[in-house]
């Protein structure tokens, strides 16, 4: 039986930070749409503007859709353990130990704790559903689930066939942030959609980073994904692009009235070491690392950007 520890590891920590970033993102630029921290806050409403919501309607919103993203990350990390444990895809790992291949626990085990997860950010959704009114988020919600769940799960799972990238662009990018910021402020703005496409990007780095290091594990057991097609050299530049990429974007909060998300570009200090270690070419564990340190640049990134589109 898995002690806390391992389930405590199983959950995977390292990729939280990807939950919150779209959450914070978001909600910056719900606050931004409705008028910024002052309406929020102060409670002054300048030419124009209606009153916005108070903050304690502004954090159970943001609570709940930050509980919606870490239910779903965690769930997905277990389910991608139970499936890729029952595969033998994990017999050989370089990196942290997966549940079910280790045997620490029973598949049903890990199995159950995912749909427990699921559970938990379904309940979240529906509460933020009817707290918002943005009956969209139901179906959308629905397939952010399935999403999840089939990316190794089932007969042919996505993320065996190159396309794990665009479905973590999607949804832990484009659906997290703009969902978010339509439960805040009713409206999607170009501030959250550059702000959606950063950090979509961010969240395909980190998911390059950890295929870059199982390019040769994976190769050997059939599993395609984006790094194993593409090579090792050309693996490494595309990582490079998605790192960067992130604050040409930036120009669409500041052309949208946010010229303080120029803040995020602080986040650059964070970027440059794991960049570094990728163009080195290190492999194997010497790549653990870079998927923390890229996880946390992300973080570090929608902090700033959430700051500067809602001043």
């Keep these: 039986m898995a002690t806390f520890g391992e389930w405590v590891s199983g959950a ?33 409403v300048g030419p124009g503007q209606s009153a916005g919501l108070d903050v ?6 943001s609570l709940l859709a ?20 029952i595969r033998g895809t994990d017999d050989e790992r370089v990196g942290p130990m997966r549940l079910t291949a280790s045997g620490a626990a029973a598949p049903e085990a890990v199995r159950r704790a995912a749909f427990i997860s699921f559970g938990v950010a379904a309940a979240a959704g529906v509460a933020l559903v009817l707290a918002s ?17 089939y990316y190794t799960g089932g007969k042919r799972p996505y993320g065996y066939m190159a396309l794990g990238e665009v479905f973590v662009f999607v949804f832990f990018g484009l659906v997290a942030t703009l969902g978010t910021a339509a439960a805040i402020s009713g409206a999607v703005t170009l501030a959250a959609v550059s702000g959606a496409i950063g950090i979509g990007l961010f969240a395909c780095a980190v998911l390059m980073a950890n295929n870059i290091r199982d390019i040769p594990s994976d190769r050997e057991v059939g599993k395609n994904t984006l790094a194993v097609v593409m090579g090792d050299q050309l693996s490494r530049a595309v990582y490079t692009l998605l790192v960067a990429l992130p604050y040409v974007f930036l120009m669409g909060a500041i052309l949208d009235g946010h010229p303080q998300a120029v803040l995020a570009v602080l986040s650059l200090v964070v970027v440059v070491q794991p960049v570094k270690i990728v163009l080195s070419g290190a492999s194997g564990a010497a790549l653990i690392p870079t998927i923390k340190s890229t996880s946390l640049a992300a973080l570090a990134y929608a902090f700033l950007l959430g700051i500067g589109t809602a001043l």
């Design 12 to 44: 995977r920590l390292r990729t939280l930070p990807l939950a919150l970033a779209p959450v914070l993102i978001g909600t910056g630029a719900g606050l931004g749409a409705l008028g910024g921290f002052s309406v929020i806050i102060l409670g002054s």
């Design 56 to 61: 304690g309607a502004v954090l159970l919103r």
């Design 66 to 85: 930050l509980i919606v993203a870490l239910g779903l990350q965690i769930g997905s990390n277990y389910a991608n353990d139970y499936s890729d444990g």
């Design 133 to 149: 009114r943005q009956w969209w988020l139901i179906p959308v919600g629905v397939l952010a689930v399935l999403a999840a769940w």
